[in-house]
């Protein structure tokens, strides 16, 4: 995920500096290949612009995580005035026909921008809504799309997850339960 990867904050415990250089260019395009394996190497200035994209996607979902979901809403109406995303039906990977929806405007961090203000706007315009999240982990602050049956998704990981899960388990047997 963009914001997970192009943005600066903790992951799994730990200080997570976001890739500079030539290592965000190739994280950046490692990121969007997660989705759609025919994206050429991203050039230093699309990467710049991702970062850009990351960062307000971050605010998105902290705004979501905070109960603030008119600022989450007016960001999101932003990227899609600013892409001016309409859907388009598109063919790749091997795939049939699907239902895109792409920024008209900019370069690869506009159709990007677009498909993610899109899909948000659909969640944030539902009851869906709750399934955006920060990982609730101690020191992590890796947003997630809780894609789960039951929608009650805490963590950005397994990791994370099972850190906390052993931070309980030792504190119980520290205290004699």
């Known amino acids: 995920m963009l914001a997970n990867t192009l943005t600066d904050g903790y992951m799994r415990g730990r200080p997570y500096p976001a890739p500079q250089g030539e290592q965000r260019r190739d994280a950046a395009t490692e990121v969007l290949r997660t989705v759609s394996t025919d994206i050429p190497t991203v050039t230093a200035r699309e990467a710049d612009d991702l970062v850009a994209l990351a960062a307000t ?9 905070d109960g603030d979901l008119d600022t989450a809403a007016e960001l999101v109406n932003r990227l899609l005035d600013g ?13 049939l026909w699907h239902l895109h929806y792409h920024g008209t405007t900019g370069g690869l961090a506009a159709l990007w ?4 203000a899109t899909a948000l706007a659909i969640v944030l ?35 994370c997850q099972n850190r906390v899960k ?6 119980r047997i520290q205290s004699g339960q």
């Open 57 to 65: 996607l971050r605010s998105i979902f902290a705004s979501v995580d």
């Open 166 to 171: 052993n931070a309980a388990f030792r504190a």
């Open 113 to 116: 921008a677009g498909a993610c």
């Open 125 to 159: 315009g539902s009851d869906s809504r709750h399934r955006l999240g920060i990982c609730t982990a101690p020191r992590c602050d890796r947003v997630y799309v809780d894609t789960s049956q039951n929608g009650t998704r805490r963590f950005c990981s397994t990791p």
């Open 83 to 95: 892409t001016r995303a309409q859907p388009r039906l598109n063919r790749h990977d091997e795939q």
